[in-house]
């Protein structure tokens, strides 16, 4: 495998469930990403880790938890989501020093939807 | 305050030049991407370009960078019908590196 994976690509879940999305990165970055892509709107930065630590979470509401174990793997755990809550979710991956990041790769992405 | 704006499509013959234009707020960015998105995929990495420059060629790819009126355009030569996407401008803000999307300029090439 090379680049950013995501796994699902496709998730269907209902309002009560539990389930998680997985994000891999081959290319030895140590910063990844969460980001939501709805319709008609630009992309929305969710998380940051930075050296496996959180850096950033844009106001996200706590039914979206974040999970970075180690610098490779990266996960977002969903429970009680809403309708709206379903888009395209994008991981992305980049080399990043104590400051500041580097150009970032993106994965192809795990399509949500919420009933 | 952060703000990446781009036209929402952009309609081509095959053949032709395609120019995708973006405008941005942050005139402390670094740098300033380029990403396609084809659909069902996640976003692609097509070129970048540093604040300092004015242009970067690469292959078919031409950005011009525009600082004093904080204009960024890709000009896209010879339009393929396999170059119809999403195409989506961003900034990297100067703080921590977060980087700023437009909303994407939807590529239509026609034959």
């Known amino acids: 495998e090379t680049g950013v994976t995501q796994t699902p690509r496709h998730l269907v879940m209902g309002m009560t469930n539990k389930k998680s999305l997985k994000c891999e990165q081959h290319l030895g970055h140590n910063a990844m990403y969460w980001y939501k892509q709805s319709a008609k709107k630009p992309l929305e930065l969710m998380f940051v880790?930075?050296?496996?630590?959180?850096?950033e979470n844009n106001s996200v509401p706590s039914r979206f938890s974040p999970e970075c174990p180690n610098s490779s793997h990266l996960f977002l755990h969903l429970h009680t989501l809403q309708p709206e809550d379903s888009a395209l979710y994008l991981c992305?991956?980049?080399?990043?020093?104590?400051?500041?990041?580097?150009?970032?790769?993106f994965g192809p992405g795990t399509r949500l939807t919420v009933l | 305050g952060e703000d990446v704006e781009q036209s929402l499509f952009l309609s081509v013959r095959e053949g032709d030049s395609s120019v995708i234009n973006c405008t941005y707020t942050d005139s402390s960015s670094t740098y300033l991407y380029w990403y396609k998105q084809e659909p069902g995929a996640g976003l692609q990495l097509l070129t970048y370009?540093?604040?300092?420059?004015d242009m970067k060629q690469d292959q078919r790819l031409t950005v011009l960078l525009n600082k004093k009126d904080k204009h960024l355009s890709l000009r896209i030569a010879d339009t393929q019908t396999g170059d119809s996407a999403i195409y989506f401008c961003a900034e990297k803000y100067n703080q921590g590196g977060k980087l700023i999307f437009g909303q994407g300029t939807e590529l239509s090439v026609k034959p």
């Open positions: 992305a991956s980049s080399q990043a020093d104590r400051t500041n990041t580097d150009t970032q790769y």
């Open positions: 880790y930075n050296f496996k630590e959180q850096t």
């Open positions: 370009i540093f604040s300092n420059m």
